[in-house]
């Protein structure tokens, strides 16, 4: 038998913006292609941490293949947000920087930059996103099955270290100086 | 076939290569022929096939590929888990999964559809409809219709997010999700997750409804256009229902010639092998398949939403039904053959998911604690279903120790594959054969391959980015003459005589 109704008086949306956690950390990658897995493993990694911990309440962590339009969404009601994802060409073991919203040539793909993200949030909500930074962790080798390099594998570590600072510190200002340039 | 497929003296003709390159779909790229008077002697599109996938998963225990299958692609997972759950159902020897564990799975690919289809069409594809071909290329893009029509960006944003939601929720996470297991799901709906997506039904169930009206504006404003642009003849391959209704989930093959003869029908999806055949081509990394019946240049056949909407008898939800019923009077009683019409018959799919989506989530089996059987294990296991661009197969043959020991995947764009090819050529022969090669006309072949939706389409959307190459060759010399250069950010010069295009 059918249980009895409730009613929401919300929308999706509505409740979108008034439940989410303030910080949001958003990681892509492919498990199966090498370094590529770098970011779904470093919200693995952080998620146990943040059970041994149990103080990072107002974080909510969240992976996908790639970026794409709708994520422009779970970017309302944030404070902060966080891309993570394999580089492959910044410096080692990772690069912190600040993202600005901005049309670049991913933006009419499958496959969204993170600052396409922040530009179809600027042009779906008039108004700006939320502060957001991009860590981008140093990959080498990104081939169908290949396990995750030894290499990478350094790098994730002193990214996740870095994060716990992060976490610590849940403000753009400070975020902000501490952003390579 | 057409003519264009293959030149009689390539050696001599000037190279035209619109190459994009994608992250995970696979790569590819158009090349024409052109001689000195810029008729196009040769029209080809290349796909490398994603092949690798099918060792890369052989040797795996088969009860891991549902969800291992879903890392192929970015774009449509859900589809590859769902293809790989159906066959593994056949390997557990589960003959007839429980009502409430079809229905999940069925309000998972209706989720899956509901977000391709609007992705697709409001983020891909709208451009092709709301702006002229010789608009800016800066403008021709999804940053353009956000700019001129805020709301149609925004619908296609929320019906995107409310499509992943479902997902999310059927499937226990966005991605990596385990939703099916073998033999059946691993979790029902609860009424409190019922209800958040029921929430706003209603309004994707609107929005729908608006872009149908949209497309037929556009459609009514230039018949000559959407009538002639692309359109080729063709076979039609899909699954239909029992009853023969329009069914995205199960069903039996089904294939109509071009004047809409049923070829074979309800063919038990298992026998594809039967029926279909797979040709090679030397210049092209991706298979042909055909109709065995018909012959390789008879045979090639068309999937997707246009495929299933002209296969099927009717849809069995109302307002898709009262839609296809108009568009199907397109084809005066055969199937409707242009290629621009993709779109229109993906948004009639689109609407066909909501509607389907409602039903599912107002049916009680959908809160059941039956959720998996099991039987007899069998070495063999094939699942198909109709993934957003068109009819998928998933093939595996195991050992004793159920390993994967055989994999077969043909995916939809290998199933269009001919077809993207003649309506390319369709387009070079009827839109830019004896003209100049300018941009907007190498567009027109983008708009031609977009409208089928192919994994690749991301790329082929990314108009005026794609590095692009037109080199004008002397014919008795081999001595390239000229060469037009697009650069990935747009920009686009003259390699041989580098000053801006415009400056002089």
Redesign the interface.
Known sequence: MEPSETKHSLSLWERVRVRVPGLLILACGNPSRGDDSLGPLFLERLAELREQRGDWDDVELLADFQLQIEHAVDLEGRALALFVDAGMSGPAPFQFTRLQPARDISYTSHALSPAAVLHVYQQINHALPPPAFQLAIRGERFELGEPLSSVAEANLVAALAFTCRLLERRDAATWDQWAFV | MSALETAAHPERLCRVAIDPL????GHGKVTLLVDRDHHIRQARLHIVEFR??EK?IQGRPYWEVPV?VQ?LC??C?VSHHLAAAKAVDQLVGAKEITPTAEKIRRLMHYGQTL?SHA?HFF??ASPDFLFDFDDPTAHR???GV??DF?DI??Q???L???G??VIRVTAGK???GSGTVPGGVNKALT??ER??LL??LD?MTQWARNILKLIKQAYALNPGYFTHFATIRSNYLSLVRDDRALDLYHGGLRARNDKGEILFDHLDYRRYAQVLREQVKSWSYMKFPFIHSLGPDKGWYRVGPLARVNNCDFIATPLAEEERREFMALGEGQPVHLTLAYHWARMIELLHAAEAIQELLLD?DI?GDELVVRGEMTREGIGVIEAPRGTLFHHYRINEDGLIEKANLIVSTTNNNQAMNESIRQVAEHYLDGKELTEPLLNQIEVAVRAYDPCL???T???G?MPLHVELVEESTGEMVDCLVRD??GTVRNEAFPLPLGAG
């Open positions: 994608s992250r995970v779909e690798g996938f890369f291992v890392r970015g774009i997972p977000q992705v983020h891909l893009n999804i940053g956000m700019a805020p960006a925004r296609g944003v929320r995107r997010k409310y992943q939601e966005r991605i990596h009424l409190q209800n958040y929430t706003d309004l009680p809160f389409s991301c790329a959307h990314a108009l980015q990935a950010d």
